[in-house]
């Protein structure tokens, strides 16, 4: 298993620094993609009021990084650059390289809109983005591609047991979104509060 993990590494990478613009191109998809599947949650919570949607699937990408965490307690896998293997892209710790935070962070947003009726479709183009999200983690060379289904494997059991426990989450959905709505009323209040004095 270790063998082949290693040599579709090696076959992903050696197109590394082969040209200026893809490795730009991957480098930016590999650090930032994540914060278009946040952006994406903002715009479900705030501008199209899913809150349930967008609580979901931030349980579950919370759920998957605990469990993440976990994992690297007890199993340490050194990164590709650490074992001297491939080309390095990117600046990154050596820290463990399985499960990939990334992937588990993104898959797990994935699986959660999946598990919904409202955005099954945008949860499977999610999902493509995650697993491409993934493989450009391993082009820069700082995952191996087991790293990045793990990350899959993860996600989708985060998500999985938020879909299972949803009813007894909704508490927390009401204190977050009390929570939430307070802190936008007192903003928005004490800037009116300012404007009325000028």
Known sequence: MYS????????INSFAGESHTRDIIAICVAD???????????????????RKTALSAF????????????ISI???????????LGENLVKHSADS???SDHTVFMA????????????????YLFLVLSLIGG????YVGVHFPLDIAGGVTVGLISA???SKYRKTLGKVDDKLNILVDSVIYTKVFSKKNRDDIE
């Open 32 to 50: 930032y993609l994540p914060l278009l599947f946040i952006a994406f949650e903002i715009y479900l919570y705030f501008y199209k009021g899913e």
């Open 160 to 162: 999985l047991l938020v």
């Open 4 to 11: 082949f993990d290693s040599a579709l590494f090696t076959y």
């Open 108 to 123: 797990a947003i994935a699986f959660a809109l999946i598990l919904t009726k409202e955005r099954r479709v945008s949860g």
């Open 59 to 70: 349980y579950a990408a919370m759920a998957g990084i605990v469990m993440n965490q976990l």
């Open 135 to 138: 493989v450009a983690r391993v």
């Open 97 to 99: 390289s399985f499960p």
């Open 74 to 84: 007890v199993y340490y896998r050194p990164r590709p650059f650490v074992q001297g």
